[in-house]
């Protein structure tokens, strides 16, 4: 059989711009999703097979993956879609591949990595905006300080703003409050108590902790033990989290996360493109030891959702290419420190040495 990538949500907002990009490279990847007419135009538009199923629905999963080599799942909010995407590429043998920033998924696709090694199968989530760079980032700077027992990473967003469904996922990770990792261990940060102040090369700017994807991504990555991520935001939005804090029990409910997920439909579905062309992230990564070892190093890329693409469908064509290795992975693990040193007007700068 002809190697084939299947795109599980191909016409989101994500989705669809990997679809795009797919067919701009010369790929015939196979679109897919539960929706069928939107499916469907898709297709004619991209000319491109189609096969439309819910995840809910067994036997119709097993039936179309059996034709993918790999699937990259773009469908969210993960924390609800990814585990049986994930029995159905176990049951069929087909690389499982997304693009979560969801700590909760990325620890239970982990705690599957023996399941996968033994039927063969990768499980590669991250492989876009999240975690990508990050990940490539603290990567790098442990090959600079391979003694290094604490990692802070830092992101700033210039210029974007997010998607539907990047904001759905983020309502559903409210209840859960922040994350850190200390000592190897997950531990709960209340959101907007952890605070510092970070040099994304434009002089410091007041950060936030945030429950990034790294905090369990870039422990199995480097090994770091204590590991924190921090978010560029304005004021408002670092009061609105401290906020949270005290909505939980209510943030709970779905009777308030559907109120808010209505109103993020009445936002637009993502940037423009005008918006993607232009604007940038930059992100902040620092190692210490405990002999007072420090690295810092930092990286500006693409938007992050037009880097998605770039990164989500090259991690595919590698798979697709032979690299994939059975059990959990992670992206620098599989790609290497310097995968995104692949990508167009990515630039890294090492600070301190």
């Known amino acids: 059989m002809t190697d084939r990538l299947l795109i599980y949500g191909s016409y989101g907002f994500t989705g669809s711009l990997i679809a795009r990009l797919a ?40 039936l179309a993956l059996q034709n993918a080599t790999a699937v990259l799942h773009c469908a969210g909010p993960f924390v609800h879609t990814a585990r049986p ?19 909760a998924v990325f620890e239970a696709l982990a705690a599957r990595d023996t399941e996968a090694s033994a039927a063969g199968v990768m499980l590669l ?8 760079p990050s990940d ?47 000592d190897g261990m997950l531990v709960d940060v209340p959101l907007g108590t952890l605070t510092r102040q970070i040099d994304f090369g434009r002089g410091p700017r007041p950060a936030v902790a945030v429950p990034w994807g790294d905090v369990s991504t870039a422990w199995r990555s480097t090994g770091i033990p204590n590991i ?25 409910t779905e009777t308030a996360r559907g109120a808010l997920k209505r109103l993020v439909a009445m936002q637009p579905p993502g940037p423009s493109q005008d ?12 190692v210490l030891d405990d002999a007072g070892g420090r690295r810092v190093s930092r990286l500006r890329t693409p938007e992050s959702y037009r880097l998605t693409a770039e990164t989500a469908l090259a991690s595919a064509v590698n798979v697709l290419a032979g690299c994939a290795v059975p059990g959990f992975q992670t992206p620098s693990r599989l790609f290497g420190p310097d995968f995104i040193m692949e990508f167009e007007h990515v630039e890294r700068e090492d600070i301190l040495s």
Request: charged letters at 20%; proline letters at 5%; one cysteine or more.
């Open 23 to 62: 067919v701009q490279r010369g790929l015939r990847p196979i679109l897919a999703g539960r929706d069928p007419e939107r499916l469907a135009a898709q297709a004619v538009e991209l000319g491109l097979e189609h096969v439309a199923f819910s995840l809910n629905d067994r036997a119709a999963t097993d």
């Open 85 to 103: 995407m994930v029995d159905a590429c176990l049951r069929t043998g087909a690389h499982y591949l997304d693009i979560t920033g969801e700590i």
């Open 125 to 132: 989530p991250g492989v876009g905006f999240d975690v990508v």
């Open 136 to 182: 490539c980032l603290a990567a790098h700077l442990k090959r600079r300080l391979p003694s290094a027992t604490r990692l802070i990473l830092g992101i700033k967003l210039a210029g974007s703003q997010s998607s539907h469904g990047t904001m759905n996922s983020a309502i559903e990770a409210l209840p859960l409050g922040g994350k850190a990792r200390r």
């Open 228 to 252: 924190e991520v921090y978010f560029a935001w304005p004021a408002a939005m670092r009061w609105g989290m401290v906020a949270t804090r005290y909505l939980r029990p209510l943030l709970a």
């Open 275 to 286: 918006q993607r062309e232009a604007a940038f992230t930059l992100l902040y990564g620092e």
